[in-house]
T-cell receptor, first 118, second 114 residues
Framework: AQTVTQSQPEMSVQEAETVTLSCTYD???????LFWYKQPPSRQMILVIR??????QNATENRFSVNFQKAAKSFSLKISDSQLGDAAMYFC???????????????FGTGTRLKVLA | DVKVTQSSRYLVKRTGEKVFLECVQD?????MFWYRQDPGLGLRLIYF???????EKGDIPEGYSVSREKKERFSLILESASTNQTSMYLC?????????????FGPGTRLTVT
C-alpha cells in the first residue's frame, strides 16, 4: 500500500526567507501524481502545486517550487520569499492509479504546520 | 465560483444521535469523497462514491455510512455518534477520469460529539 510521510510536524521561517518542507512516499507504481495542498486557518484546502511522475522537470508556481526525486521517492516543497499569508498547514498528497471503478484515490501525509515570523 | 459546499461549518451533537453531514458540488463530477482530518493523522478517507448510488469504503469506514441519491449530493451519516467521532470532516470532489486536475474541497465541518 502506498504511504506518504511528512516528518516535520512544524516549521518556522522568517518573513522573506526560504523554507523547504519535506515529503517522502512509498509506492510500487511508476505513473502517479503528487500534490502539495495548503490549509490556512480558514480551513479551505487550496492546491499549491502538482507534479506528474513521468515529468523529470520540477514543477514551479511563482514562489513555490518542488524538488522531485523519483528514485528517492522524495517530493519537497520550497517556498521562496515567505510571506505572512503563507502561514498554514501544508499537506503532501499522492494520487494512486485507477481503481476498478475508474476512481483515483488520494493518500495524504500528516501535514506540516508552517509559521511565518514577522 | 463556489464548487463544493458543506451544510455546516460547526456542529455539536450528543452521543447516540444520528448525524447527517451534507456535501454538494456544482461541477457535475461523478466522484465525491469524505475525509476525516485529525491532528497528527492528516486526512483519512472514510467513503467515496463514483456514481449515483455507487459507493466504496475507504480506509476508516467503521461507524459511518453514506448516501448518494443525486449526482451533486453526497451525505455522510453517523448512525449513532460517539465522542471518538469528534473531528473535522472534509468533502472533496475530483474530476472524472485520468486528469491532472486536483480535487476540490469543501470548507469542512467541525463536528463535536459530547
Amino acid at each position: 500500500a502506498q504511504t506518504v510521510t511528512q516528518s516535520q510536524p512544524e516549521m518556522s521561517v522568517q518573513e522573506a526567507e526560504t523554507v523547504t518542507l519535506s515529503c517522502t512516499y512509498d509506492t510500487s507504481e511508476s505513473d502517479y501524481y503528487l500534490f502539495w495542498y495548503k490549509q490556512p486557518p480558514s480551513r479551505q484546502m487550496i492546491l499549491v502545486i502538482r507534479q506528474e511522475a513521468y515529468k523529470q522537470q520540477n514543477a514551479t508556481e511563482n514562489r513555490f517550487s518542488v524538488n522531485f526525486q523519483k528514485a528517492a521517492k522524495s517530493f519537497s516543497l520550497k517556498i521562496s520569499d515567505s510571506q505572512l499569508g503563507d502561514a498554514a498547514m501544508y499537506f503532501c498528497a499522492y494520487r494512486r492509479g485507477a481503481l476498478s471503478s475508474g476512481t483515483y484515490k488520494y493518500i495524504f501525509g500528516t501535514g506540516t504546520r508552517l509559521k511565518v515570523l514577522a | 465560483d463556489v464548487k463544493v459546499t458543506q451544510s455546516s461549518r460547526y456542529l455539536v451533537k450528543r452521543t447516540g444521535e444520528k448525524v447527517f453531514l451534507e456535501c454538494v458540488q456544482d461541477m457535475d463530477h461523478e466522484n465525491m469523497f469524505w475525509y476525516r482530518q485529525d491532528p497528527g493523522l492528516g486526512l483519512r478517507l472514510i467513503y467515496f462514491s463514483y456514481d449515483v448510488k455507487m459507493k466504496e469504503k475507504g480506509d476508516i469506514p467503521e461507524g459511518y455510512s453514506v448516501s448518494r441519491e443525486k449526482k451533486e449530493r453526497f451525505s455522510l451519516i453517523l448512525e449513532s455518534a460517539s465522542t471518538n467521532q469528534t473531528s473535522m470532516y472534509l468533502c472533496a470532489s475530483p474530476p472524472t477520469g485520468d486528469s491532472t486536475y486536483e480535487q476540490y474541497f469543501g470548507p469542512g465541518t467541525r463536528l463535536t460529539v459530547t
